[in-house]
């Protein structure tokens, strides 16, 4: 038999009853708008070697995580396609820049795989969709994924950027800024991503330890003042939550003579063996070898070069999170830190690159947050990036789809509210009522509450038939 559960609600009222209506379920007003934005490649310690005032100003204003970790290929779209799904890479099945098939041998740029939503679209909805469904407005400013369609729906309002589109134009990132305050004040829109394309630019082209990277990290810096300005002068200081994060760091390639860099032509014959790769793009990769040559591949690769680090696909730890998904390859490398995969000649471009494995520090990137919804002067524990998205859905009110994340991380840097529980029994009309909008529902009568300082007490008794 089901043990019958009453439920006491007491409550000290000054005005939440009185008011003579119902709870306000679902009225999105009662929930703070969240803009958040990305600086590609933002290693973690970039503010630690130039003056930058603004960011400094957010730690006494804010959150900041000493760092967070990417997921297992830190590399652009798959890293922000885990922030705004909450799901690791085997499950969301981006696994590369380069929207690739080795069957047809296709290929496509970063820029030309934004727009293919069969690419992005593998049954995981990020949080654009799910927030739209959900009655919220919802918008990607240049965001990796916001220009595709997930299962039919697009994204309401999406900008992706285009093939020439220069990534350090600190003119265009304030019109940006200034674009995403109109949408937040004109048209209402709940949540907006905006993502910018430095510091990751600098960082390849002239390397992560230099003058150029530093001056960079001042344009970042100046544009977050210009933000903070803007924030204010559209009156969204009280009902905007921001968060700026990354989707990975950045390391100095290391290069001849000084180091034997990988070239893997010199260990295997690629017109013999290999049928299709990934290779030349940092420190990950993957190589289809031809039909029953996976062995011959793997041990001629296996102790080639002792900063090689080579898996068949079944044998990448499970920590990674990645060797589930089918479109891993076969073969999976990693080069150790500073050492890229190059393949068949060294093209010697990058001085500065990413994806390698994620426990480099130098692949760690950075969390900040700030708005009326965070706590102020809080150091928060470094975590993982997949976590950010139950953050958000939290901040937004909206029910998560399945997640790999946890709130369990982030819980702590968010404003003490007075712990309620809204304990309705999910039965019957009122269950279809609350539905899914409950947490909307519990955090609508917090905010009240604090408005109006009365205290809500939830007594929970369960009489057990013995
Ligand atoms: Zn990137």
Known sequence: MTAPTIVVIGVALLGLLSEGRPLPAGNKSSFNKLLMISFDGFRWNYDQDVDTPNLDLLVKEGVKAKFISPPAIPMTSPSHFTTITGRWIEDHGVVHNLMFNPKTLLKLTHKATQNRSEW?????????????????????????????????????????????????????????????????????????????????????????????????????????????????????????????TSDHGMTTIKKAPAVEEIKLSNYIKFNQLVHFDLLDYGGYGMILPKEGKVEEVYQALKNAHPHLKVFKKEEVPESFHIAKQNRILPIVLYGDLGYNLNSRIILNVNKGDHSFTNEHMDMKTIFRAFGPDFKKNFLAAPFDSINIYPLMCKLLGVSPTPHNGSLAYTQDMLVDDIEVQLTQEPTGKKAEASGRKGPRVQKSILQKNKQKKVFVVTLKIHLHNY
């Open 120 to 244: 992005w679209d593998n049954g995981v909805l990020p949080l654009w969709i799910t927030a739209q469904n959900q009655g919220l407005k919802t918008a990607s400013f240049h965001y990796p994924g916001g220009g595709a369609n997930f299962s039919g729906q697009s994204v309401t309002r999406s900008l992706v950027e285009s093939y020439g589109h220069p990534d350090s134009n600190e003119t265009e990132w304030r019109e940006n800024i200034d674009i995403v305050m109109g949408w937040f004040t004109k048209e209402n829109f709940d949540f907006v991503t905006l993502y910018y394309g430095e510091p990751d630019a600098v960082g390849h082209a002239k390397g992560p330890e230099t003058k150029e990277r530093r001056l960079m990290i001042q344009q970042i810096d100046r544009t977050i003042g210009y933000l903070l300005k803007a924030i204010e002068k559209h009156n969204l200081k009280n009902k905007l939550n921001v968060i700026i």
